[in-house]
T-cell receptor, first 115, second 116 residues
Framework: DVKVTQSSRYLVKRTGEKVFLECVQDMDHENMFWYRQDPGLGLRLIYFSYDVKMKEKGDIPEGYSVSREKKERFSLILESASTNQTSMYLC??????????????FGDGTRLSIL | AQKITQTQPGMFVQEKEAVTLDCTYDTSDPSYGLFWYKQPSSGEMIFLIYQGSYDQQNATEGRYSLNFQKARKSANLVISASQLGDSAMYFCAMREVDTGFQKLVFGTGTRLLVSP
């Protein structure tokens, strides 16, 4: 089974702090994704990566950056945390195979609170 | 423009009954895929079922089936014989193949509550 592991289930940080959310997958997937989930808005894509050191902006990249130094690890960075970044953050990974019936596999999520 | 629309914020069903969760989509890409995910209160997203735009038959996975009506751009999830453990949020998502990179666009979700 695919395993996507997020480093924390719950995290509380202060405004202005630099925050790191870590995600590791164990299935050699090329693609990795970071989403945030807010009530009534569904999942919105922040950033994704299709290869080591490669990254692409999603729909809401402002205030975030990412790092992918190794294939299995994709980090989301909040450069200077703000209260409007309080949310549920979900990491996912997927294979690139053919023209795409491969599902994304998700971690358990990190509930981040910025005080 | 909203690409995935789930118009039912909440649905109620009694145990053992069937329930249909609605999903409509918007794309001009002839090649696309549609996914349904379940999110229990614990938070993890669980992949349920996939339908490709060129698939001739509706997808089925156990108690889950997808009512795919291509001309109407709808991909409704049907859960047969509901169980208490089916209570969760359900998300419809679409992948437009020509955009590359395996990105998914999600709807806002439907909360299903199964009562005894």
């Amino acid at each position: 089974d695919v395993k996507v592991t997020q480093s924390s289930r719950y995290l509380v940080k202060r405004t202005g702090e630099k925050v790191f959310l870590e995600c590791v997958q164990d299935m050699d997937h090329e693609n990795m994704f970071w989403y945030r989930q807010d009530p009534g808005l569904g999942l919105r894509l922040i950033y994704f990566s299709y290869d080591v050191k490669m990254k692409e902006k999603g729909d809401i990249p402002e205030g975030y950056s990412v790092s992918r130094e190794k294939k299995e690890r994709f980090s989301l960075i909040l450069e200077s945390a703000s209260t409007n970044q309080t949310s549920m953050y979900l990491c996912a990974s997927s294979l690139t195979v053919g023209r795409g019936n491969q599902p994304q596999h998700f971690g358990d999520g990190t509930r981040l609170s910025i005080l | 423009a909203q690409k995935i629309t789930q118009t039912q914020p909440g649905m109620f069903v009694q145990e053992k009954e069937a329930v249909t969760l609605d999903c409509t989509y918007d794309t001009s890409d002839p090649s696309y895929g549609l996914f349904w995910y379940k999110q229990p209160s614990s938070g993890e997203m669980i992949f349920l079922i996939y339908q490709g735009s060129y698939d001739q038959q509706n997808a089925t996975e156990g108690r889950y089936s997808l009512n795919f009506q291509k001309a109407r751009k709808s991909a409704n999830l049907v859960i047969s014989a509901s169980q208490l453990g089916d209570s969760a949020m359900y998300f419809c998502a679409m992948r437009e193949v020509d955009t590359g990179f395996q990105k998914l666009v999600f709807g806002t979700g439907t909360r299903l509550l199964v009562s005894p």
